[in-house]
């Protein structure tokens, strides 16, 4: 499993799709934010813990059909479906894969958009940790709904009506943490849930998805 | 080998023609009479004035915009543990009418908050949590509407399925989080404990008992669609390949 | 007819909507319904002969 990892990781860094270009659209998305609501600073720290935390999840969106489509198109899916690692195993290995690469990055790279966008100086913290505990859940998720529409031939429009809904959760607790955290309120029950959820997504979600792979091998 | 000769189709086909057109003539009379009473012989609310009367259509179809997710649910079950067909089939012929009656929840409601809050939507935790339920019905759709296999589909979309209720039930309890903070109040509340009298409580009640009725003769209806559909596209196959 | 008070265009709006798209949906189901019973018959008419 560790192989199947870092051959994934391997993967995604030498293809050059994924680790770069959720970093640049996240930049990019928190750049515009500024040209569509006006440059009032005030406004911004009011909206850039929420801002931060769309554009993390629109990034990380971004990439998930790769998770499974290349391996299912030369038909290493197959092979890694047959394999002695359970298919379940599979998945989180490569979940993990893409949280490495996307919301790891996105989630380091955060405090830096911050600051184009006047977050508040106790909301890094805060920021930071509600990222890193959640945006695992969302590549977990989104493995879920990669491997529903794996089949597929452009299912990426499909694939984001499909696991956005499910984001919402864990955005509304994420930026609720992020946003008490900036305003010094507490932070424990919304932090919580974002942890719940992910702990919940990493175990459960690996069945629900190496389901649907089975089905789409088919 | 015809899928007309298993006999779960064919016995449901059986009961399903004899039956539909009853639960259609009870919904449509439940509902015309809960309707009639509810318009006609009720009175203002004091609060509300005649806007309470939009209860008597946003009750029953917020109510059956849920059940029919849970049918659903319970149809995907049974198709992943007991392959009946017709159990897939009724989940996805449900999913219209559901998605529909979550619409008519939608747009009630947000017509009947607009009087009391000046605004054509509010982040109301309820009407927002029907919202999250529309869009998780819209993907139930646009999955079996992708893929091509039946079988598949009916294996994907029941999986969707399970894992978008655990979903939407995280958001249920996420919205009212998300909301509580903000400004209190802020609820369209209309519980059924709180001061609906019997006046009216009983046409509301006829009302919800016509809907589900309605939704029960649509789905039947519509599974039966899918029954022949099915058949109509072995048959189909067959004639291509000679 | 009740008099529905200054909130006349909320009560009727809700109805009216409500009743389009409800009678839509009948349509659409039964339309639906009749069009693939037709094919059906039609599809198995040549199955039976052909």
Not at chain 1, 83 to 100: N, Q, S, T
Request: glycine share 10%.
């Amino acid at each position: 499993m560790i192989g199947l990892l870092i051959r994934d990781l391997k993967l995604a860094v030498r293809a050059g799709g994924g680790f770069g270009l959720g970093l640049s659209f996240f930049l990019i998305v928190s750049i515009l934010v500024p040209f569509s609501v006006g440059p009032d600073a005030g406004l911004h720290a009011v909206i850039a813990p929420g801002i931060l935390w769309l554009g993390a999840l629109l990034a990380c969106l971004l990439s998930l059909d790769r998770i499974f489509q290349l391996d299912f198109e030369d038909g290493s899916l197959d092979l890694l479906a047959t394999a002695p690692i359970p298919l379940e195993g599979v998945v989180a290995a490569k979940a993990m894969a893409h949280w490495i690469t996307t919301g790891l990055p996105l989630t380091l790279a955060a405090p830096v958009f911050g600051v184009f966008l006047n977050l508040p100086g106790d909301g890094y913290f805060w920021l930071v940790v509600s990222l890193a505990l959640g945006t695992p859940a969302l590549s977990m998720i989104g493995a879920f709904g990669a491997a529903l529409t794996v089949g597929l031939k452009r299912g990426g429009l499909l694939l984001s009506l499909l696991v956005l809904p499910m984001y919402i959760p864990t955005l509304i607790f994420g930026t609720e943490a992020a946003r008490r955290g900036a305003e010094g309120l507490a932070v424990g029950t919304p932090l919580l849930m974002v942890a719940g959820i992910t702990a919940g997504a990493v175990a459960l979600l690996p069945f629900a998805a190496a389901a649907a792979i089975r089905v789409n091998l088919r | 080998m015809s899928i007309w000769k298993y006999s779960n189709p064919r016995l449901f086909m059986g009961w399903t023609a004899k039956a539909v057109p009853i639960f259609a003539v009870l919904a449509a009379l439940c509902i015309s009479v809960g309707l009639i009473w509810g318009y006609f012989f009720t009175p203002d609310d004091y609060r509300m004035g005649a806007t309470v009367k939009i209860i008597y259509i946003h009750v029953p179809s917020a109510m059956m915009a849920i059940n029919a997710w849970v049918m659903m649910l319970v149809a995907s079950l049974i198709w992943l543990i007991r392959r009946h067909h017709v159990s897939a089939l009724a989940a996805k012929a449900a999913a219209p009418v559901g998605v529909v009656m979550t619409l008519i929840a939608l747009i009630t409601g947000a017509i009947w908050g607009q009087p009391m809050w000046g605004t054509w939507w509010v982040w109301d935790p309820r009407l927002t949590s029907f919202l999250i339920l529309f869009l998780f019905y819209l993907g139930y759709l646009a999955l079996w509407a992708a893929i091509e296999d039946p079988d598949s589909a009916a294996d994907l979309t029941s999986v969707l399925c399970l894992v978008g209720s655990v979903f939407a039930l995280l958001s249920r309890y996420a919205v009212n989080f998300w909301n509580q903070g903000l400004h209190q109040g802020a609820s369209l509340s209309l519980d059924k404990e709180e001061h609906v009298s019997d006046v009216f409580w009983q046409p509301l009640v006829l009302c919800m008992l016509g809907f589900g009725l309605l939704f029960l003769a649509l789905v039947l209806i519509r599974t039966r669609t899918e029954i022949r559909s099915r058949r109509l596209a072995v048959l189909d196959a067959r004639e291509r390949n000679g | 007819m009740p008099d529905l008070g200054k909130y006349g265009a909320e009560v009727l709006s809700a109805y009216g909507a409500t009743i389009v798209l409800l009678v839509a949906l009948i349509w659409q189901t039964w339309a639906r319904s009749r069009r693939v019973k037709l094919a059906l018959k039609a599809a198995e008419a040549r199955h039976s002969n052909g």
